[in-house]
């Protein structure tokens, strides 16, 4: 019976007692089972990749390695059924017999894994730069980065595949990457160069004539102006400009000085002023502006009406407000910015003033009334509009095709529709048909349509004085 029992056992399918292999006991199971057994058990195992930051688990695949179940499963069958597999039970003094696996190593995969996995490993390197401080310029030195080495890792990792099959552990080789600017001191020098510096910025309205100036210091732009290295430009750094604390600034400051609605141009100021402050210039002269604004339209206001409220003229607002077709109380419309009509960079210290009540233009020159002339605007059916606007262009002698008139010494201020090259204007006495004059006795009495007429003496006064950009208030 004992050795029918062994020739059983020894004749039959299933793996003989004590049989093993990747620590998992096969005996009893037939090489099938044995085989998918197996398979679990390699899928089961994990391999971790560790540096000094980092502790990733892959598994075995992952790496390239792939095990070959059936023929470990059918090295498992034979095992304790060859003369050698005996003796290795006896030589080893062992009561199981542990079976190796049989896999197969891919270094492909093993790499492609590694290449996916650099980027958390990955620490970009950190260039010098320079920190303002209060008035003082300092370095912060350079921080090395740090990056995968897959070549290194994978030497190790094929040198020797089923010891850290068997260990469960493949150090992750890395090598440091240099910051690209390490030196800075040059642009710490040229910073505290400049530090000593402060800059005026006188903001001009030319709508209302008011000038404001806040002297910038050091205190003030080193919190948004600081000095970068940049090695692309011939000096080797660069200036940048913290957009958000900037704005803040100068939102701030106009509001105090100038009252809301009213604005600078962020980056032509921050332009101006950061050129100045490269330079040292002592003054920086930008411009205000305003915001457009909402009206709601009361009982009895027709858009010519608002416009004339508002100083600016009414086709400018139906361009504003397209597709209106007419006023209802309660109804909300957009007032366009009075800038449109001063599309030029405004003159200080030059301005002229036009009442129509009174039939009057003063011209003054850095504050002082310099001429008190009389005048004469557009009649009700085409009156002058009244606003703020400028000089935009001369014309030794305009002609106006509507009216057959020669306007000698013409300055153009508006126009009276924004999508038309016709515009009101300044000039002197003028002439149909080149031989008739008109108006020399009606100075100082609405009679133009729409332009303001001076004496010719005293337009070509103006004329010569006047240059394009110069402010024109025209008052009601």
Same mark, same amino acid.
């Given at each position: 019976? %004992?050795?029918?029992? *062994?020739?059983?056992?020894?004749?039959?399918?299933?793996?003989?007692?004590?049989?093993?292999?990747?620590?998992?006991?096969?005996?009893?199971?037939?090489?099938?089972?044995?085989?998918?057994?197996?398979?679990?058990?390699?899928?089961?195992?994990?391999?971790?990749?560790?540096?000094?930051?980092?502790?990733?688990?892959?598994?075995?695949?992952?790496?390239?390695?792939?095990?070959? +179940?059936?023929?470990?499963?059918?090295?498992?069958?034979?095992?304790?059924?060859?003369?050698?597999?005996?003796?290795?039970?006896?030589?080893?003094?062992?009561? %199981?017999?542990?079976?190796?696996?049989? =896999?197969? $190593?891919?270094?492909?995969?093993?790499?492609?894994?590694?290449?996916?996995?650099?980027?958390?490993?990955?620490?970009?390197?950190?260039?010098?730069?320079?920190? @303002?401080?209060?008035?003082? *310029?300092?370095?912060?030195?350079?921080?090395?980065?740090?990056?995968?080495?897959?070549?290194?890792?994978?030497?190790?990792?094929?040198?020797?595949?089923? #010891?850290?099959?068997?260990?469960?552990?493949?150090?992750?080789?890395?090598?440091?990457?240099?910051?690209?600017?390490?030196?800075?001191?040059?642009?710490?020098?040229?910073? /505290?160069?400049?530090?000593?510096?402060?800059?005026?910025?006188?903001?001009?309205?030319?709508?209302?004539?008011?000038? *404001?100036?806040?002297?910038?210091?050091?205190? @003030?732009?080193?919190? =948004?102006?600081?000095?970068?290295?940049?090695?692309?430009?011939?000096?080797?750094?660069?200036?940048?400009?913290?957009?958000?604390?900037?704005?803040? $600034?100068?939102?701030?400051?106009?509001?105090?000085?100038?009252?809301?609605?009213?604005?600078?141009?962020?980056?032509?100021?921050?332009?101006?002023?950061?050129?100045?402050?490269?330079?040292?210039?002592?003054?920086?002269?930008?411009?205000?502006?305003?915001?457009?604004?909402?009206?709601?339209?009361? +009982? #009895?206001?027709?858009?010519?009406?608002?416009?004339?409220?508002?100083?600016?003229?009414?086709? =400018?607002?139906?361009?504003?407000?397209?597709?209106?077709?007419?006023?209802?109380?309660? &109804?909300?419309?957009?007032?366009?910015?009075?800038?449109?009509?001063?599309?030029?960079?405004?003159?200080?210290?030059?301005?002229?003033?036009?009442? @129509?009540?009174? &039939?009057?233009?003063?011209?003054?020159?850095?504050?002082?009334?310099? =001429?008190?002339?009389?005048?004469?605007?557009?009649?009700?059916?085409?009156?002058?509009?009244? #606003?703020?606007?400028?000089?935009?262009?001369?014309?030794? /002698?305009?002609? *106006?095709?509507?009216?057959?008139?020669?306007?000698?010494?013409?300055?153009?201020?508006?126009?009276?529709?924004?999508?038309?090259?016709?515009? /009101?204007? $300044?000039?002197?006495?003028?002439?149909?048909? /080149?031989?008739?004059?008109?108006?020399?006795?009606?100075?100082?009495?609405?009679?133009?349509?729409?332009? %303001?007429?001076?004496?010719?003496?005293?337009? &070509?006064?103006? $004329?010569?004085?006047?240059?394009? #950009?110069?402010?024109?208030?025209?008052?009601?």
């Amino acid at each position: 019976m %004992i050795g029918g029992g *062994a020739v059983y056992l020894y004749t039959g399918e299933l793996i003989l007692p004590g049989v093993h292999s990747l620590g998992t006991l096969l005996g009893g199971q037939t090489a099938d089972q044995a085989a998918a057994t197996l398979q679990t058990t390699w899928n089961s195992q994990t391999i971790t990749l560790v540096n000094e930051s980092l502790s990733v688990e892959v598994s075995p695949a992952d790496l390239g390695m792939t095990l070959d +179940a059936a023929a470990t499963a059918d090295a498992a069958y034979w095992a304790g059924r060859t003369l050698d597999s005996v003796s290795a039970i006896r030589e080893q003094g062992l009561d %199981i017999l542990t079976v190796a696996p049989v =896999w197969s $190593f891919d270094p492909a995969v093993a790499e492609a894994t590694l290449v996916s996995l650099a980027p958390q490993l990955a620490v970009a390197p950190t260039d010098a730069r320079v920190v @303002i401080t209060g008035i003082q *310029a300092e370095a912060v030195p350079a921080v090395d980065g740090r990056e995968l080495d897959v070549a290194a890792t994978m030497a190790a990792l094929q040198a020797d595949p089923a #010891g850290i099959l068997k260990t469960g552990r493949l150090p992750l080789v890395t090598r440091s990457v240099p910051a690209a600017v390490q030196d800075v001191s040059g642009a710490v020098a040229e910073a /505290n160069r400049l530090l000593g510096t402060s800059v005026s910025l006188r903001a001009y309205d030319p709508l209302t004539d008011q000038t *404001a100036v806040q002297v910038v210091d050091p205190q @003030i732009w080193g919190r =948004w102006l600081s000095l970068s290295v940049d090695p692309t430009v011939p000096e080797g750094y660069r200036w940048t400009v913290d957009g958000r604390a900037a704005e803040d $600034f100068l939102v701030s400051w106009t509001q105090q000085q100038f009252g809301d609605g009213r604005y600078l141009e962020q980056e032509e100021t921050l332009a101006a002023l950061s050129e100045a402050i490269q330079t040292q210039q002592p003054e920086v002269a930008v411009r205000v502006y305003h915001q457009p604004t909402q009206h709601v339209v009361t +009982a #009895g206001e027709t858009l010519s009406s608002i416009g004339r409220a508002y100083g600016i003229p009414y086709p =400018w607002i139906e361009q504003a407000n397209p597709g209106i077709s007419g006023l209802v109380e309660g &109804q909300t419309i957009l007032i366009p910015s009075p800038d449109v009509m001063l599309p030029l960079p405004p003159v200080e210290g030059k301005r002229i003033e036009v009442s @129509i009540t009174e &039939q009057r233009a003063r011209v003054y020159e850095n504050g002082q009334l310099k =001429w008190d002339w009389p005048a004469s605007t557009g009649i009700d059916s085409s009156p002058t509009a009244p #606003g703020v606007f400028q000089i935009q262009s001369h014309e030794p /002698n305009a002609y *106006a095709g509507n009216w057959d008139l020669w306007m000698p010494s013409f300055m153009g201020i508006y126009r009276p529709v924004p999508t038309s090259d016709f515009m /009101n204007g $300044f000039h002197g006495f003028p002439t149909r048909g /080149n031989a008739q004059l008109l108006w020399t006795g009606d100075l100082g009495h609405p009679v133009t349509y729409g332009c %303001i007429l001076l004496s010719s003496e005293n337009a &070509q006064t103006l $004329f010569d004085w006047a240059d394009a #950009g110069v402010v024109v208030e025209v008052t009601p």
